[in-house]
């Protein structure tokens, strides 16, 4: 479970993350919905702790972030914005290199990859250097990179970006069953219809706050819109950054 | 297998796989220095022989004048060239490295007994001048005492009547300190093989990781980045120590083909000579690591790192151009001073004399405490928020 309390982040004058609340649960899928500029990555990277809240509190299964990073960072798994593969390592060092960086067992590293290649369908690619992947490929490498230590909390940063239709289907199928597995789901998305098939709950983020927290349907019925679109453009206030 | 040891082993396995950080930290940076070594000491043997031992080529102006001295100089090695117009101008084109002018009185004077001046213009500024007109001067110096000395024996008296003082010369030089003088450039391409063997690795792994988005999701794992920074600058101190060590290998190498004899001259480059010079240089080694990480942190780019490393490039010549041009006394507290304590230590090396434990000791113990200075300011730069932001 991930709960996220008063978060504030400026960069000089912009205040980038303007008092985000809201609480991610485990066996659901917990959508950030937003236009591009609102807030969804600064708000993620200080879940990672890659950055230091100006003030606010994230908890990660009940630690805090600001006391433990290491332990937070143990218990998430996290496909950022940037995927950053090696690109003079095969699919399996990128996993592997994780792996290691988690302490994990060659034993037990090389059961999760398996089940992880299974998964993501990626056999095909396992041994080939990352350079020159297709943008599929990478995310499937990153993804299986950041989930192989098996951690409770998996966050995905617009993990659906740039992917063509098979792709997307098949990671969506990936989401659900990490869902179904009990784990806490976060994922930013500036996707309506995608954000409507998959989650259990749409915290939509507009200008650094949190101006809606619901399921779809309660959205739906909140705005009187019986379209998520609409609703979606009524709560932000402007059809601006929408990109569907 | 720990964290640190997991990173250092993928960016060594990385950057082995990248031809040009192969090709930089193992094969130019440790050749270089061998490779310009043999070179220039055998451009600088042939010279030598040849103007030490040829004919001596000189323009003689007015030698119908002085047909005796001639021919004395001529059984003496001097080859007289027909005389130049304006002998000034022909020394500072470099046409000729020495004219010699006698005066049209000369055979006057002579009979009268009377000095004679001959002139012999040169131009000092011009390296290749120096050892003709020595030669010519000694030629000319001879001639006059043996021909004083015939006169003085032809009047009745003993020639060492005019020789009071009779100067002997004992040259202390060692044919190794003379070696060692010719190096004094040396020591720089020890340096420069280090800064080189980790320059591309300090790079990549920083801004080449920074520009290739790759920090972030590393930074994401539960480990702290001081030891992440660990393991990455342990790549770069492997790479070059490898550089090294093939360096001292290869002057090693160089030092048995070399013609060096020939000039009176005895290199002993020895395993003593490769175990003393890379443990005097162990402490750049991490110097010029935790140096290089930390230029590459504040560089956006893996081009603006490149360009900040290559300048600072410069940093290492200071002490060799200082020695080769102010040549000071070593004393041994300048082995506590990096840099400084390896161009002289080494320096010492090839004369053949021994570097004590002692001064050793201070130059590893001074070293190591300067990277672990630079090192505590590199993890600060590393912990930044700044660092692992890309876009």
């Known amino acids: 479970m991930i709960e996220v309390i008063d978060l504030h982040k400026a960069f000089g004058t912009v205040k980038a993350v303007d008092g985000v609340t809201f609480i991610a649960r485990d066996g659901e899928i917990t959508g950030l919905l937003g236009p591009n500029g609102a807030g969804k990555t600064t708000t993620l990277r200080m879940l990672y702790t890659l950055m230091k809240p100006d003030s606010g509190q994230v908890l990660v299964d009940g630690v805090d972030a600001a006391v433990d990073p290491i332990a937070v960072r143990r218990g998430l798994g996290v496909l950022p914005d940037a995927r950053g593969l090696y690109k003079r390592l095969t699919a399996r060092e990128n996993i592997e290199y994780f792996a290691r960086l988690h302490g994990?067992?060659?034993?037990?590293?090389?059961?999760?990859?398996?089940?992880?290649?299974?998964?993501?369908?990626?056999?095909?690619?396992?041994?080939?250097?990352?350079?020159?992947?297709?943008?599929?490929?990478?995310?499937k490498t990153a993804i299986a990179r950041a989930l192989v230590h098996d951690p409770k909390n998996v966050i995905l940063d617009e993990p659906t970006n740039g992917l063509d239709v098979m792709a997307t289907r098949g990671l969506r199928a990936f989401m659900r069953n990490l869902k179904a597995e009990g784990r806490c789901v976060?994922?930013?998305?500036?996707?309506?219809?995608?954000?409507?098939?998959?989650?259990?709950?749409?915290?939509?983020?507009?200008?650094?706050?949190?101006?809606?927290?619901?399921?779809?349907?309660?959205?739906?019925?909140?705005?009187g819109e019986a379209n998520l679109e609409d609703a979606f453009v009524k709560l932000i206030g402007s059809e601006e950054g929408l990109a569907a | 297998m720990s964290a640190m040891l997991t990173v250092w082993w993928k960016e060594v396995r990385e950057n082995l796989r990248d031809k040009r950080t192969v090709f930089s930290a193992l094969i130019y940076g440790p050749l270089i220095g061998p490779v310009m070594f043999v070179v220039i000491m055998n451009v600088l043997v042939g010279h030598e022989m040849k103007?030490?031992?040829?004919?001596?080529?000189?323009?003689?102006?007015?030698?119908?004048?002085?047909?005796?001295?001639?021919?004395t100089l001529k059984q003496w090695g001097l080859v007289p060239q027909?005389?130049?117009?304006?002998?000034?101008?022909?020394?500072r084109d470099r046409d000729a490295d020495a004219v010699l002018r006698i005066p049209a009185d000369y055979g006057k004077a002579w009979s009268k007994g009377e000095?004679?001046?001959?002139?012999?213009?040169?131009?000092a500024s011009q390296q290749n001048s120096g050892t003709p007109t020595k030669r010519l001067e000694s030629m000319l110096k001879r001639y006059s005492q043996e021909q004083g000395a015939l006169r003085l024996l032809a009047r009745g008296l003993s020639p060492s009547i005019a020789a009071p003082i009779v100067v002997s010369e004992?040259?202390?030089?060692?044919?190794?300190?003379?070696?060692?003088?010719?190096?004094?450039?040396?020591?720089?391409?020890?340096?420069?093989?280090?800064?080189?063997?980790?320059?591309?690795?300090?790079?990549?792994?920083?801004?080449?990781?920074?520009?290739?988005?790759?920090?972030?999701?590393?930074?994401?794992?539960?480990?702290?980045?001081?030891?992440?920074?660990?393991?990455?600058?342990g790549a770069i101190c492997s790479f070059s120590l490898a550089s090294l060590i093939l360096t001292a290998v290869g002057f090693s190498i160089a030092g048995h083909v070399m013609p060096a004899e020939k000039l009176g001259m005895v290199f002993d480059l020895g395993p003593g000579f490769i175990?003393?010079?890379?443990?005097?240089?162990?402490?750049?080694?991490?110097?010029?690591?935790?140096l290089e990480t930390l230029v590459a942190a504040f560089a956006k780019s893996y081009r603006e790192a490149q360009t900040y490393l290559g300048l600072l490039m410069i940093i290492p010549i200071i002490p060799s151009m200082m020695m080769g041009f102010l040549p000071v006394k070593p004393a041994h507290w300048m082995y506590g001073?990096?840099?400084?304590?390896?161009?002289?230590?080494?320096?010492?090396?090839?004369?053949?004399?021994?570097?004590?434990?002692?001064?050793?000791?201070?130059?590893?113990?001074?070293?190591?405490?300067?990277?672990?200075?630079?090192?505590?300011?590199?993890?600060?730069?590393?912990?930044?928020?700044?660092?692992?932001?890309?876009?």
Not at chain 2, 82 to 91: F, L, R
């Open chain 2, 115 to 123: 000095p004679v001046q001959v002139e012999v213009i040169f131009d």
């Open chain 2, 170 to 233: 004992r040259d202390q030089s060692t044919p190794q300190s003379r070696a060692g003088m010719a190096l004094s450039f040396l020591p720089y391409f020890f340096v420069i093989a280090v800064y080189i063997g980790g320059m591309y690795l300090a790079i990549d792994l920083t801004a080449g990781e920074r520009e290739r988005q790759s920090l972030e999701p590393l930074f994401a794992n539960p480990v702290a980045r001081w030891r992440i920074l660990a393991g990455k600058l």
């Open chain 1, 186 to 223: 976060l994922f930013s998305s500036h996707i309506m219809q995608e954000v409507a098939m998959l989650c259990d709950r749409i915290v939509v983020i507009a200008s650094g706050r949190v101006v809606a927290d619901e399921s779809p349907d309660a959205l739906r019925a909140q705005t």
């Open chain 2, 337 to 391: 001073i990096p840099l400084l304590g390896q161009q002289i230590g080494i320096s010492d090396l090839l004369r053949g004399n021994p570097v004590s434990a002692g001064d050793i000791g201070i130059a590893l113990v001074c070293g190591f405490a300067l990277a672990l200075v630079i090192g505590v300011g590199t993890a600060l730069v590393y912990r930044s928020e700044r660092l692992a932001i890309s876009a």
């Open chain 2, 275 to 290: 175990a003393d010079a890379i443990l005097l240089e162990l402490p750049l080694i991490a110097v010029f690591a935790v």
């Open chain 1, 104 to 139: 994990i067992e060659t034993q037990l590293m090389h059961q999760r990859r398996e089940k992880l290649v299974e998964a993501l369908e990626m056999r095909d690619i396992l041994d080939r250097r990352t350079e020159g992947f297709s943008q599929g490929q990478r995310v």
């Open chain 2, 51 to 71: 103007k030490a031992e040829g004919p001596l080529k000189v323009p003689v102006i007015g030698a119908e004048h002085a047909p005796n001295l001639i021919g």
């Open chain 2, 82 to 91: 027909p005389p130049v117009a304006d002998p000034d101008k022909a020394v």
